[in-house]
């Protein structure tokens, strides 16, 4: 069993819908990251979180320690969000990190 | 800053051929390290580094070499191509020695091996 588990795999709105794309983990962490893979396949980083919630611009990101427990939301969805977002950990014990295997996300006009 | 770099984009091997993955950046980050992308699998961890001349195994290390002999560069060694090795490979650099940092990540390369 993978220990960061996405959902959904895949996800098609309309745009301005609002997203939510979650997140859960079975370990002990320091810090969860939230990452973007653009259709190019660049990846780069939106968010890095211990506790609570950050927001940048549309983008929104909680995460429940307690539930080991993250979410992105995205506000006002528009098609330049089509995007592989991909959440990663690392544990709390150690030098690496671990990914989910990434939610497909495709915006229509 | 150029960030992360790295080369080839492409890469197309015969089975058995080695090669090496070339990777550097200009931010004085301390961590680097290796990851190849697989369709339906996260990133994996091939190989990682917290300091010059100092690396370690990730969770795929076997067909790779690695070393870090200057801060800036972290080159990835395929041994004997094998066309499970056929993959999108990732290298990421952050600032700090653990990973409660933001990782950069250079533009891949993707190798195919026949």
């Known amino acids: 069993k993978n220990e960061v588990e996405q959902s959904p795999q895949n996800l098609t709105a309309q745009e301005g819908e609002f997203i939510t794309i979650n997140c859960s983990y079975s370990v002990g962490i320091s810090a969860l990251h939230w990452l973007q893979q653009h259709p190019g396949g660049g990846i780069v980083s939106l968010f890095m979180l211990s506790s609570g919630k950050k927001k940048h611009g549309r983008l929104i990101a909680t995460i429940n320690i307690q539930e080991k427990h993250s979410s992105l939301h995205i506000t006002a969805s528009h098609p330049r969000d089509s995007a592989v977002y991909i959440c990663a950990v690392n544990k709390n014990t150690g030098n690496q990190f671990y990914f989910g295997t990434g939610t497909s996300l495709t915006v229509i006009p | 800053n150029a960030g992360v770099t790295q080369t080839p984009k492409f890469q197309v091997l015969k089975t058995g051929q080695s090669m090496t993955l070339q990777c550097a950046q200009d931010?004085?980050?301390?961590?680097m390290s290796w990851y190849r992308q697989d369709p339906g699998m996260g990133l994996r961890l091939i190989h990682y580094s917290v300091g010059a001349g100092i690396t370690d195994q990730g969770e795929v290390p076997n067909g790779y070499n690695v070393s870090r002999s200057t801060t800036e560069d972290f080159p990835l060694r395929l041994l004997s191509a094998a066309p499970s090795q056929t993959s999108v490979y990732f290298c990421?650099?952050?600032?700090?020695?653990?990973?409660?940092?933001?990782?950069?990540f250079g533009p891949g390369t993707r190798l195919t091996v026949t």
């Open positions: 990421a650099s952050s600032l700090g020695g653990g990973t409660s940092y933001e990782q950069y």
């Open positions: 931010m004085n980050h301390e961590y």
